[in-house]
């Protein structure tokens, strides 16, 4: 069977040309459609059909507008593989072509030329997902900025010292005692115990500064699509002259509201670079607190170090002992002839678990998959 596109690729072509077409699908609907298609069958026309109903749908008016464009984009997708198809795959799409067309049909041709443009506009997505976000148009960054809010950088969770009934291994001494003597010291069955969990925390420290202006727009909407996804348990920093908390601003709903909030709340936007100052005001203020404990801590810089390099080498050392994985994200990583020799660079580089890039939408997507498996 010919491999389906990207899920995201191709709901994301679909609302688009909804929206071209009148209705409001708008990113938070896009992101509940992608979602939803992993609780369905993806290969079953029906399910798709009302599952994109349901969450890009706006109003009575939207409806037929609907019909129209699922018409349109999904139409002459699918191969007709003889035999039954195959089982559908988490987070496959489905591609349709109406019952009753056929490749002889003129009707079904003249949907062809439309769907050749519809496919265009998806394979244009494909390659904004691999291009730098530095040399992007406005339209092109708009386009990334969307599909940035549906991502879910989560971390995974993590065992802690306190128990709770149930598992296998321990027996809980104390309950298994009480239950012999309600019932006069016969012998009872065995009360057992297991670890409890809780969502291990994540620490975004972003690097504002003036080297960093071509990627600190997108890299705090990383932060807002992960402070959206686990908001009690993601931290987010900037750092630049000074740390700022901005966790507080990016709680908010709208991607646009929460950047401009957290642009107003950060002092030295586009300034100099003082990773190690900021880290250890961060590590004395909130991480050996507890922020960084057994956290998974994400600092984004190209580390061009104006400050004492080797401060920052001592904070990386110090943040280490402390959290449960460290990764750099460069946004120069990905490039041709990167070499991590700046002097920031060179002091963290053996302190860290991974050093990745951060100049794409493909990249971005990497970083959730490590955060998630970190």
């Given at each position: 069977?010919t491999e389906l596109p990207d899920p995201v690729v191709t709901m994301t072509g679909f609302a688009r040309a909804l929206r071209a077409n009148g209705v409001?699908?708008?990113?938070?609907?896009?992101?509940?459609?992608?979602?939803?298609?992993?609780?369905?069958?993806?290969?079953?026309?029906?399910?798709?059909?009302?599952?994109?109903?349901?969450?890009?749908?706006?109003?009575?008016?939207?409806?037929?507008?609907?019909?129209?464009?699922?018409?349109?984009?999904?139409?002459?997708?699918?191969?007709?593989?003889?035999?039954?198809?195959?089982?559908?795959?988490?987070?496959?799409?489905?591609?349709?072509?109406?019952?009753?067309?056929?490749?002889?049909?003129?009707?079904?041709?003249?949907?062809?030329?439309?769907?050749?443009?519809?496919?265009?506009?998806?394979?244009?997505?494909?390659?904004?997902?691999?291009?730098?976000?530095?040399?992007?148009?406005?339209?092109?960054?708009?386009?990334?900025?969307?599909?940035?809010?549906?991502?879910?950088?989560?971390?995974?969770?993590?065992?802690?010292?306190?128990?709770?009934?149930?598992?296998?291994?321990?027996?809980?001494?104390?309950?298994?005692?009480?239950?012999?003597?309600?019932?006069?010291?016969?012998?009872?069955?065995?009360?057992?115990?297991?670890?409890?969990?809780?969502?291990?925390?994540?620490?975004?420290?972003?690097?504002?500064?003036?080297?960093?202006?071509?990627?600190?727009?997108?890299?705090?909407?990383?932060?807002?699509?992960?402070?959206?996804?686990?908001?009690?348990?993601?931290?987010?920093?900037?750092?630049?002259?000074?740390?700022?908390?901005?966790?507080?601003?990016?709680?908010?709903?709208?991607?646009?509201?929460?950047?401009?909030?957290?642009?107003?709340?950060?002092?030295?936007?586009?300034?100099?670079?003082?990773?190690?100052?900021?880290?250890?005001?961060?590590?004395?203020?909130?991480?050996?607190?507890?922020?960084?404990?057994?956290?998974?801590?994400?600092?984004?810089?190209?580390?061009?170090?104006?400050?004492?390099?080797a401060l920052l080498g001592e904070q990386m050392a110090r943040l280490a002992r402390l959290a449960h994985a460290v990764v750099w994200v460069n946004p120069?990583r990905g490039k041709d002839g990167f070499a991590p020799v700046t002097a920031g660079m060179t002091a963290a580089l053996p302190h860290l678990d991974d050093?990745?890039?951060?100049?794409?939408?493909?990249?971005?997507?990497?970083?959730?998959?490590?955060?998630?498996?970190?």
């Amino acid at each position: 069977m010919t491999e389906l596109p990207d899920p995201v690729v191709t709901m994301t072509g679909f609302a688009r040309a909804l929206r071209a077409n009148g209705v409001a699908a708008d990113p938070s609907r896009l992101a509940a459609a992608v979602a939803a298609l992993h609780h369905v069958d993806a290969l079953d026309a029906e399910q798709v059909y009302w599952t994109g109903r349901v969450t890009l749908c706006a109003e009575p008016d939207d409806l037929p507008r609907y019909d129209a464009v699922f018409d349109a984009w999904f139409r002459g997708r699918l191969p007709a593989p003889p035999g039954p198809p195959p089982p559908a795959r988490p987070g496959q799409v489905l591609q349709l072509r109406p019952l009753g067309a056929s490749p002889e049909d003129p009707a079904a041709d003249e949907a062809d030329e439309e769907d050749d443009a519809l496919r265009t506009a998806a394979s244009d997505t494909e390659v904004l997902r691999h291009r730098d976000v530095a040399v992007m148009s406005d339209v092109e960054r708009a386009e990334i900025n969307a599909l940035i809010a549906l991502l879910a950088p989560r971390v995974g969770h993590r065992r802690t010292r306190r128990q709770r009934p149930g598992g296998r291994d321990r027996v809980d001494v104390r309950r298994t005692v009480r239950a012999m003597l309600r019932n006069g010291g016969e012998p009872a069955e065995l009360a057992r115990l297991r670890p409890r969990v809780k969502p291990r925390r994540l620490v975004l420290l972003l690097d504002v500064s003036g080297s960093m202006s071509p990627y600190a727009d997108v890299l705090l909407r990383f932060a807002h699509a992960a402070v959206r996804v686990a908001p009690r348990s993601t931290e987010v920093f900037t750092a630049s002259t000074r740390l700022t908390r901005i966790t507080r601003q990016l709680r908010l709903r709208d991607p646009d509201q929460a950047l401009a909030a957290a642009g107003t709340a950060i002092p030295d936007w586009s300034g100099g670079t003082r990773l190690g100052e900021s880290l250890r005001a961060f590590l004395d203020l909130w991480g050996q607190r507890g922020t960084a404990r057994r956290a998974v801590v994400v600092i984004a810089s190209d580390g061009w170090e104006r400050g004492d390099a080797a401060l920052l080498g001592e904070q990386m050392a110090r943040l280490a002992r402390l959290a449960h994985a460290v990764v750099w994200v460069n946004p120069h990583r990905g490039k041709d002839g990167f070499a991590p020799v700046t002097a920031g660079m060179t002091a963290a580089l053996p302190h860290l678990d991974d050093l990745l890039a951060g100049h794409t939408l493909d990249a971005l997507h990497t970083l959730a998959e490590v955060i998630a498996h970190a």
